[in-house]
């Protein structure tokens, strides 16, 4: 639970804008599809979304709920992971209930997942070693 807050105020200065629950639908059609997939095959051909929606509604009563999104630059995202290549935010704010869920999706890249991606920068030779198995 937290005081009230004002996301309007910090809207300019963090990015935050005010979005519907259709724009929620829709990012999430886009970027979740795949992850949507695979839960129903694990999951007897249950919805994410619903699961989803359940949980964040047992919280914060979605029907009361004001949503913002967080849209940084992608070059100045603090939140942001190495190897990230797209990532969202969401938050679910309740005045009421003062109460804020905060919903975060990122994909990372594969070669970072593998432990590719280090902090120092490869050397040729090292390079050409990575790109052996791949398909080109």
């Keep these: 639970m937290y005081p009230d807050y004002d996301f309007s105020a910090v809207r300019a200065h963090l990015f935050f804008r005010e979005e519907e629950w259709e724009n929620f639908k829709q990012i999430y059609d ?3 599809f795949e992850a949507a997939r695979e839960w129903a095959i694990v ?3 249950s919805s994410l979304l619903e699961s989803m929606t359940n949980a964040i509604d ?3 009563k ?3 709920c004001e949503i913002y999104s967080y849209n940084p ?3 100045g995202d603090p939140f942001l992971e190495k190897g990230a290549i797209w990532s969202f935010n969401f938050f679910f704010y309740n005045r009421k209930l003062k109460r804020v869920v905060s919903f975060r999706c990122c994909c990372i890249s594969n070669l970072a997942v593998d432990g590719f991606l280090a902090d120092e920068m490869y050397n040729e030779e090292e390079e050409d070693d990575l790109l052996i198995d791949m398909d080109m």
């Design 62 to 64: 979605l029907n009361e």
């Design 43 to 45: 999951h007897g051909g």
């Design 58 to 60: 047992e919280v914060v």
């Design 73 to 75: 630059d992608f070059d």
């Design 30 to 32: 886009t970027y979740l």
